[in-house]
């Protein structure tokens, strides 16, 4: 029971800080160190013969903060089904026939785009995952990254002050734009820390795009983003898990989903009246904290 508890706790960080551009990596970091999953054994009688049964293996974690993203994408789908869902009944009373007719082209326009933003970031994260997971998935590079990518938010928010975004509808975003929006997104496939949503958002208003915009672009892309990553995850890992690992991960979805609805609609409720600059001074704070958290440790 006491990991189910730690999942639940896993499933709120990841539902409120995948979303909010604050570095769903930096959060879960600080959890872990202080709520760890434990390797768990456990001795079952097979074959006549008591035998330890190991229910949670040591590796279990590096896949459980991916997977559990499943959850928050779900929440996704879920509030903006209208806006993602490319097809329609079709028009029987005299409007357009045929197989054309079943497609919403404005939205399906809008999935290519989509496609084109995560072009960069998978041909890097396939290709270099291990290798940026070996060099830069530590607590001083994620410090950085909150500190750096907090900066960043203060000063593009002040320059954009005054100034009119010039793209203030989803359909006005043009395929360099996407492209240009998936270039930033491979900072935070690079550095963790950066945040995912923190990297688009930033790439976006710097190019003029609306806040409004940016957030709800940036939601359409996680889900191909981190279905992909998930995907990626259990392939590594393999597909044998124990029934406490599938418990454990069914929970954190769940919790993941619940409080990204909520979190979902706060954000963007938020920016329709607000600036980006309070994440960027609690990144900075955060990025503060796990600098001093680590470096006290490590003497």
Same mark, same amino acid.
């Given at each position: 029971?006491?990991?189910?508890?730690?999942?639940?706790?896993?499933?709120?960080?990841?539902?409120?800080?995948?979303?909010?551009?604050?570095?769903?990596?930096?959060?879960?970091?600080?959890?872990?160190?202080?709520?760890?999953?434990?390797?768990?054994?456990?001795?079952?009688?097979?074959?006549?013969?008591?035998?330890?049964?190991?229910?949670?293996?040591?590796?279990?974690?590096?896949?459980?903060?991916?997977?559990?993203?499943?959850?928050?994408?779900?929440?996704?789908?879920?509030?903006?089904?209208?806006?993602?869902?490319?097809?329609?009944?079709?028009?029987?009373?005299?409007?357009?026939?045929?197989?054309?007719?079943?497609?919403?082209?404005?939205?399906?326009?809008?999935?290519?785009?989509?496609?084109?933003?995560?072009?960069?970031?998978?041909?890097?994260?396939?290709?270099?995952?291990?290798?940026?997971?070996?060099?830069?998935?530590?607590?001083?590079?994620?410090?950085?990254?909150?500190?750096?990518?907090?900066?960043?938010?203060?000063?593009?928010?002040?320059?954009?002050?005054?100034?009119?975004?010039?793209?203030?509808?989803?359909?006005?975003?043009?395929?360099?734009?996407?492209?240009?929006?998936?270039?930033?997104?491979?900072?935070?496939?690079?550095?963790?820390?950066?945040?995912?949503? !923190?990297? +688009?958002?930033?790439?976006? =208003? %710097?190019?003029? $795009?609306?806040?409004? @915009?940016?957030?709800?672009?940036?939601? #359409?892309?996680?889900?191909?983003?981190?279905?992909?990553?998930?995907?990626?995850?259990?392939?590594?890992?393999?597909? !044998?898990? +124990?029934?406490?690992?599938? =418990? %454990?991960?069914? $929970?954190?979805?769940? @919790?993941?989903?619940?409080?990204?609805? #909520?979190?979902?609609?706060?954000?963007?409720?938020?920016?329709?009246?607000?600036?980006?600059?309070?994440?960027?001074?609690?990144?900075?704070?955060?990025?503060?904290?796990?600098?001093?958290?680590?470096?006290?440790?490590?003497?």
């Amino acid at each position: 029971m006491l990991e189910v508890l730690k999942a639940i706790i896993y499933g709120i960080v990841e539902g409120i800080t995948e979303w909010l551009p604050i570095s769903s990596t930096g959060h879960l970091l600080l959890v872990e160190q202080f709520l760890p999953f434990e390797k768990v054994e456990v001795m079952k009688e097979i074959d006549g013969v008591s035998q330890s049964v190991v229910t949670i293996s040591e590796e279990f974690f590096n896949v459980f903060d991916v997977v559990i993203q499943l959850g928050a994408i779900l929440a996704v789908v879920v509030l903006f089904w209208h806006k993602l869902w490319p097809f329609r009944m079709p028009d029987r009373e005299g409007g357009e026939r045929g197989v054309l007719s079943f497609v919403r082209w404005n939205t399906m326009t809008l999935w290519f785009k989509i496609l084109v933003s995560c072009v960069p970031a998978a041909v890097i994260g396939i290709l270099f995952d291990e290798w940026f997971e070996k060099w830069f998935y530590n607590p001083v590079c994620i410090a950085l990254a909150l500190i750096i990518f907090g900066v960043a938010f203060l000063v593009i928010e002040t320059w954009n002050r005054g100034r009119k975004p010039v793209i203030r509808k989803l359909s006005q975003i043009t395929y360099k734009t996407a492209l240009i929006i998936g270039i930033f997104q491979v900072i935070a496939a690079i550095f963790p820390g950066t945040s995912r949503s !923190g990297a +688009t958002i930033i790439g976006a =208003l %710097l190019i003029g $795009v609306s806040r409004t @915009v940016a957030a709800e672009y940036t939601f #359409f892309l996680a889900v191909p983003v981190m279905f992909g990553a998930s995907l990626l995850k259990v392939v590594k890992f393999g597909f !044998g898990f +124990t029934s406490m690992e599938l =418990l %454990l991960l069914a $929970v954190g979805s769940v @919790v993941s989903f619940v409080v990204s609805l #909520f979190c979902l609609r706060f954000l963007m409720n938020y920016v329709k009246r607000h600036n980006f600059k309070i994440f960027g001074w609690y990144r900075i704070v955060l990025g503060i904290v796990v600098l001093l958290y680590f470096g006290l440790l490590a003497k």
